[in-house]
């Protein structure tokens, strides 16, 4: 059977394609997060305002891991950094997941599980 024929694959696709969507969108507001922190945006323009209201509870988990720098009244909130990261690793983690489910024909299970004996 051609794997990319299967009746999974098209749903596999699809579901790996809103992971990454999510976290695209996740990591592009936190990354704005940390634009605005670092350059000292004011608060309370409605821009930033929003920002850091719909990223809240993103970077929330992660507040006090890290402490904050400042270099001349700007912020360099490393927790947003590494919540960057945590959300990427996720997703990874979540995709992969997702693959286990994609049908495999035996010549290419057989590779690959030849391929993770070496390792």
């Keep these: 059977m051609d794997s990319s024929n299967s009746p999974s694959t098209k749903p596999l696709y699809r579901g790996t394609q809103i992971v990454w969507y999510i976290l695209g969108l996740i990591e592009i507001l936190l990354a704005f997060r940390f634009v605005l922190k ?4 004011n608060p309370d323009a409605g821009f930033s305002s929003f920002i850091y209201a719909v990223t809240y509870v993103f970077a929330a988990p ?11 009244g700007s912020v360099v909130e490393w927790t947003t950094i590494l919540a960057m990261f945590v959300y990427w690793v996720i997703a990874y983690g979540i995709v992969k997941l997702l693959l286990i489910g994609k049908t495999v024909s035996t010549p290419e ?3 690959k599980l030849n391929d993770q ?3």
Excluded: G, K
Excluded at 38 to 41: D, I, P, Q, S, T
Excluded at 62 to 72: E, G, K, N, P, Y
């Design 62 to 72: 992660f507040l006090s891991v890290f402490r904050i720098t400042q270099i001349a």
């Design 38 to 41: 670092f350059l000292a945006a």
């Design 117 to 119: 004996e070496s390792i």
């Design 109 to 111: 299970a057989a590779i």
